[in-house]
T-cell receptor
Framework: GAVVSQHPSWVICKSGTSVKIECRSLDFQATTMFWYRQFPKQSLMLMATSNEGSKATYEQGVEKDKFLINHASLTLSTLTVTSAHPEDSSFYIC??????????FGSGTRLTVV | GIQVEQSPPDLILQEGANSTLRCNFS?????LQWFHQNPWGQLINLFYIPSGTKQNGRLSATTVATERYSLLYISSSQTTDSGVYFCAALAMGSTLGRLYFGRGTQLTVWP
């Protein structure tokens, strides 16, 4: 089946540094990648939708300059959290639509900013 | 966007018990899906069910699109069923495939 590989699984970084999260589609081409953020015991909140070769579409309230999304190829999408602060600590998940009705999710990245 | 409401928010069961999770959505949908998020955070597709009934082992789901709700049935629950169950809806006419998630039902199954 369609697999999205997400790395790293967890990362601890110092406040002010940047962190890059990668999502690779292993056996299919991901034209569109969705990036979510999830706080403890809460639902998934869509941050942005990225399409291969074009600029990402960000949800209202999500800072474009802070959460940089790149979708340069059909198999790789990245999310860079720039100048991270403790309030950016969260669980980040990517997802791709494989076919109508089929969504596959990365395993998530737990980011802790200290 | 579509409003998706799930109930109950929390559910605690003894192993072997049956349960029903409900999902209401505010508008006509092109797609309704159920996911399971395990304790490690991984989300797994359970059902793609815009209408009708589907079964997969001990799990089954029913969506009544005209009444804008979906139900997920878990029979003979096991401890491995623990986790969060989300339903998510795709708006009618959506081209990008953006899902709207409910807040989830936290299921805990005790041995």
């Amino acid at each position: 089946g369609a697999v999205v590989s997400q790395h790293p699984s967890w990362v601890i970084c110092k406040s002010g540094t940047s962190v890059k999260i990668e999502c690779r589609s292993l056996d299919f081409q991901a034209t569109t990648m969705f990036w979510y953020r999830q706080f403890p015991k809460q639902s998934l909140m869509l941050m942005a939708t990225s399409n291969e070769g074009s600029k990402a579409t960000y949800e209202q309230g999500v800072e474009k300059d802070k959460f940089l999304i790149n979708h340069a190829s059909l198999t790789l999408s990245t999310l860079t959290v720039t100048s991270a602060h403790p309030e950016d600590s969260s669980f980040y998940i990517c997802s791709a639509r494989v076919r109508p009705g089929g969504y596959t999710f990365g395993s998530g990245t737990r980011l802790t900013v200290v | 966007g579509i409003q998706v409401e799930q109930s109950p928010p929390d559910l605690i069961l003894q192993e072997g018990a049956n349960s029903t999770l409900r999902c209401n959505f505010s508008d006509s949908v092109n797609n309704l899906q159920w996911f399971h998020q395990n304790p490690w955070g991984q989300l797994i597709n359970l059902f793609y069910i815009p209408s009708g009934t589907k079964q997969n082992g001990r799990l089954s789901a029913t969506t009544v699109a005209t009444e804008r709700y979906s139900l997920l049935y878990i029979s003979s629950s096991q401890t491995t069923d623990s986790g969060v169950y989300f339903c998510a809806a795709l708006a009618m006419g959506s081209t990008l495939g953006r899902l709207y998630f409910g807040r989830g039902t936290q299921l805990t199954v005790w041995p």
